[in-house]
Each structure stands twice: as structure tokens, then as C-alpha cells.
């Protein structure tokens, strides 16, 4: 059943920027066209760059018509563009804001009913939200709401996270905060719950007495683009370890929820990700790469410290892998392994969950010689599906057994695509559904777990270089020989 926004309106605060053009403004297009904005539904964006009038919808046309999911409508998009804004200036500026106010406050169709959007540099998040706070911005009429969406990262380590939490809950009202992890926002992450709690075949074997090791890969065959801004200084463990590949853990290891509520779920990922562990050898257990120049795709690709914007010195981590262990009877001497990298062999974000061998194996050594260990993959992206690795009788007259795979694959099996993540993120904040939303306490446990980890690598670690093109530094392969295990190549 369509799940439809009422009455309301988005503000896009850095509308001119990256995030903005390539994902929130197609997805507004794509609810648009798919009937899930209501009518008189008012966009209105905010940037530095002197956009005026025509010029400003003429741009966002261009975005949603190259980007968007659906195909694109001239009709839909002009019945959205009557009710689009632009509002020039910097995020310190106080007339700007009072424009703003103006105009949010003239678009009757909302009802008042107006969601932030904070698609700007995190070092301007608490700005924009002070500024809220100080123009009206974020108090409610009577009987409409406000609400503020916040990108991540969230911080840049656990007392920023709460220094900004803060500045947040000080302009607007904790169920009205919306922490956006795009992850969240997937189908395929959604389908870890429905893979593991709808069915009765996973879960009997997805503790440590079956699970070997889980790994989570989130590899980009991308560099950092025109991100330079953004990337140096942050890195890959900051960038998307403290909040995609924690959230895949938190998902994939998490106890079955009492029931189906946003409430419910964030307490069991908060459990889960309490009871995360680090190694005590944090250099042995841990890796940070860097990439250099190498072939991707048949053609060369500079290095990182030779990308637009980069400092030739610059130490920032654009690949990262880490072991964490996660301290409770399902998974005690189970370890999660993580990795996340730019320019690697290719796009593909996956999670592994790798079962232990036969406790005897009726089978001599010859015959399984090819044969490794069962697997239960869950492939998030590109080919969104499900894959169960298991080992089957090579036809002929020998007894001789090897990897085969059985593919669920959602292209294959279901005829509905699947929305952008961002889509379903922003209807959520339109209807108030905080399901796909990690909570404070989530944001703040992930810190925790990586904040001794960026320490030991500022005071201690070395970033090993990586030529482009390859699965990361030969460092990560050795990290999991030690534990006499191998990273899969997807
Ligand atoms: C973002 C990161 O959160 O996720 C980017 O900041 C990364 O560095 C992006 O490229 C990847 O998203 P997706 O949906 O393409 O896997």
C-alpha cells in the first residue's frame, strides 16, 4: 500500500551541491512522479551560489532528468517547479534566513509542515541549525511540524557527535531530528531482516556455533572525484565505517526485535554495537591504505595525493579494514571483519556471513580439495540479491565436490524496482517515520568503537599505498592470513 506524504514542504539547505543534485533532487522528482507528494508540495533550496529565479529550477530540471529513477514527465515536473524556491546566501547570513522565513511561511499548501534538509559540509551543520533555531525556523506553528534532517557524518568522533547532538536538540525536539545513513535507506540493507527474521532456514545457523567469520566489504572502484573538500582529513573509516558498515554489523548481528517499531530496533542495534570489541592489537588487527596511481578500467588513474584539491603529503585513509569481535553468547569468538575502499577492483558492497566446515568429513582429501566454506552472501549493491555458497558432486564417475551457488537475484524475482534509498528517506521525514534513522545513542556507540582506532593510527599508524584498480593493500591480506582466513574476491 502507497504510502503517502501529507501536507508539506523540504528545504534544501547547499541544494547547489553534489549530494543535492545527483540524489535528493531526482528523488523528489521520482515521489512526484510515483504520486507520493501531496499536492502544493514546496521545494526550496539554499546555497551560497548566486542562483536566481529561472536559472535555479532550469539547473534542478537538469539534475532530475539525467538522475532520476522513473522516467521523466515534463508534467510532473512542472506541477512541482510551481511551488519551487531558491533563497541565496551564506549560512551566517541573517537576511538570508529572514528571506527564508518569508518564504517558507508564504507556501500555504504545506500547512506549515517544513523538513530541513542539511546537505552542507559538516563544519556548517551547527551554523545552519543555530540559525534555524534564531530566525523561527525551527518552531512548529500550532499544529504543524519542523523537522531537521542532518547528513552524515555526524561528528568527526564522539565528542563533536555530542557537542552537535547538542546544538541540534537545542533548536528542535529529539523526534523531530533525522540522522540520514543512506544505507539505511536500501532495500537490500532493509532485506537483512526480512532475510533473517521472515524465514526459519538462516537463523538456526547464524551463531557462533555455525558462523566461521563474517565479512562486510564496501568497495568503490571511484576516487574521491571533486570531493576533495569533504574527503581529506575524514577518510574511508570515517567517511563509511563509523556509520554504513556499523550499521550492516549492527543489522546482520542484532537480536530479533519484540516487534517491528522504530524503537524496537534501534534498541537491539544499540545492544549490538555496545557489545562491540576491539582487538587488543590494534596494529596487528587493523588497516589503513592509500590509494596510488594504477589502471581502473583500462584506462590510468592518478593517485589520491595527486587528485584536484589534495595535500601531496596528505595521510588520510581512503581505504580502511578492521577486526571487531562482538561480545555476547550468539557471537563470542566470532570475528566481523570490515573493509571499505576507493578505487578497488570494483563497486560492491556485500556482507559474508562464512560457515565453519564439517565437524567430519565423510569425504577424502582429494574430493574437496576445491571445495571452500559454505557462505550466506548478501549482495547490497550492484546485483542486489542473495547468494548461498555451497558444495555440490562435480558430475562424472569420481566423487569430487566444489563450489556452486545458488542466486536469489531481485531483478530476477520481482517485476517493482526499487527506489532510490534516498527516496524512501525523504518520504520517511515527510511522514515522520524514524524506522530508518540511527538514534543518538547508535551514532555516539559507533564513535566509540572508532575513536581508539583513528587515535592509534594518528599516534602510531602508517598509510600503506595501494596501486588503483586492486583490492586494497596486500597489509589487509596478511591481517586475515594471520587469523588463517582470506578475503573473498566478489
Ligand atoms: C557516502 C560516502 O556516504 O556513500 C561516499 O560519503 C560514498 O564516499 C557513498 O561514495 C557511496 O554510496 P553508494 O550508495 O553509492 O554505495
Same mark, same amino acid.
Given at each position: ?5 501529507? !501536507?508539506?514542504?523540504?528545504? =534544501? ?28 508540495? /514546496? ?9 536566481? @529565479? ?49 518564504? =517558507? ?54 565528542? $563533536? ?6 546544538? #541540534? ?36 545457523? %547464524? ?27 575524514? @577518510? ?47 596494529? /596487528? ?12 578500467? @583500462? ?14 603529503? $596528505?595521510?588520510?585513509? *581512503? ?19 570490515? &573493509? ?13 556471513? #562464512?560457515?565453519?566446515?564439517? !565437524? ?26 542473495? *547468494? ?13 565436490? &566444489? ?53 592509534? %593510527? &594518528? ?11 586492486? %583490492? ?19
Amino acid at each position: 500500500m502507497s504510502r503517502i506524504a501529507g !501536507p508539506s514542504g523540504l528545504v =534544501v539547505f547547499g541544494v547547489t551541491g553534489d549530494l543535492s543534485r545527483k540524489k535528493l533532487v531526482p528523488a523528489v522528482y521520482d515521489l512526484a512522479n510515483r504520486g507520493l507528494l501531496p499536492p502544493g508540495f /514546496a521545494l526550496t533550496g539554499f546555497a551560497r551560489p548566486r542562483w536566481e @529565479g529561472e536559472n535555479f529550477a532550469d539547473v534542478l530540471h537538469e539534475s532530475a532528468a539525467r538522475h532520476a529513477r522513473t522516467p521523466f514527465r515534463e508534467d510532473v515536473w512542472q506541477q512541482l517547479r510551481q511551488e519551487m524556491r531558491f533563497v541565496q546566501g551564506d549560512f551566517a547570513d541573517d537576511d538570508a534566513f529572514e528571506l527564508l522565513a518569508k518564504e =517558507v511561511g508564504a507556501r500555504d499548501g504545506t500547512r506549515g509542515n517544513h523538513a530541513f534538509y542539511l546537505s552542507v559540509p559538516p563544519k556548517c551543520f551547527a551554523t545552519v541549525v543555530r540559525q534555524l533555531k534564531k530566525h523561527g525556523l525551527a518552531d512548529p506553528p500550532e499544529g504543524a511540524w519542523r523537522r531537521a534532517v542532518v547528513e552524515k557524518p555526524f561528528g568527526h568522533d564522539l565528542e $563533536s557527535a555530542r557537542e552537535l547532538n547538542a546544538t #541540534v536538540l537545542d533548536a528542535f525536539a529529539p523526534d523531530a531530528v533525522f540522522r540520514v545513513d543512506h544505507y539505511l535507506g536500501k532495500e537490500t540493507v532493509q532485506n537483512i531482516l526480512a532475510l533473517r527474521f521472515a524465514n526459519t532456514m538462516f537463523e538456526p545457523v %547464524w551463531n557462533r556455533s555455525y558462523v566461521d567469520h563474517v565479512q562486510i566489504t564496501m568497495a568503490e572502484d571511484i576516487g574521491i572525484g571533486g570531493r576533495a573538500g569533504y574527503y581529506d582529513g575524514i @577518510g574511508a573509516a570515517r567517511d563509511v565505517i563509523q556509520n554504513h558498515l556499523l550499521q550492516l554489523l549492527a543489522l546482520t548481528a542484532m537480536e530479533e526485535p519484540g516487534s517491528f517499531t522504530a524503537e524496537a530496533l534501534a534498541a537491539e542495534k544499540s545492544k549490538v554495537l555496545a557489545a562491540v570489541e576491539l582487538p587488543a592489537d590494534l596494529s /596487528a588487527h587493523t588497516v589503513r591504505g592509500q590509494y596510488a596511481a594504477g589502471w581502473q578500467g @583500462g584506462e590510468r588513474v592518478p593517485g589520491y595525493r595527486q587528485e584536484d584539491g589534495i595535500d601531496p603529503g $596528505s595521510t588520510t585513509d *581512503t581505504y580502511a579494514a578492521i577486526k571487531v569481535g562482538v561480545r555476547n553468547r550468539r557471537w563470542a569468538g566470532v570475528p566481523f571483519y570490515l &573493509r571499505a575502499g576507493k578505487r578497488l577492483g570494483r563497486r560492491v558492497t556485500e556482507i559474508a556471513v #562464512v560457515l565453519g566446515r564439517v !565437524p567430519h568429513s565423510l569425504f577424502g582429501r582429494t574430493a574437496t580439495d576445491a571445495l571452500g566454506r559454505n557462505a550466506i552472501v548478501i549482495r547490497v549493491q550492484p546485483d542486489e540479491g542473495v *547468494t548461498v555458497r555451497l558444495g555440490a558432486k562435480v558430475p562424472g564417475t569420481s566423487m569430487e565436490i &566444489r563450489d556452486v551457488s545458488m542466486d536469489f537475484a531481485y531483478d530476477g524475482s520481482f517485476t517493482e524496482s526499487s527506489p532510490e534509498a534516498y527516496e524512501r528517506l525523504i518520504l520517511d521525514v515527510l511522514l515522520g517515520d524514524a524506522g530508518l534513522f540511527p538514534r543518538t545513542e547508535e551514532v555516539e556507540l559507533c564513535w566509540r568503537i572508532l575513536d581508539p582506532i583513528e587515535r592509534h %593510527w &594518528r599516534d602510531n599508524g602508517t598509510v600503506v599505498p595501494y596501486p588503483a584498480g586492486t %583490492w586494497g593493500p596486500v597489509e589487509a591480506d596478511t591481517m586475515l592470513a594471520r587469523d588463517g582466513r582470506s578475503w573473498r574476491r566478489p
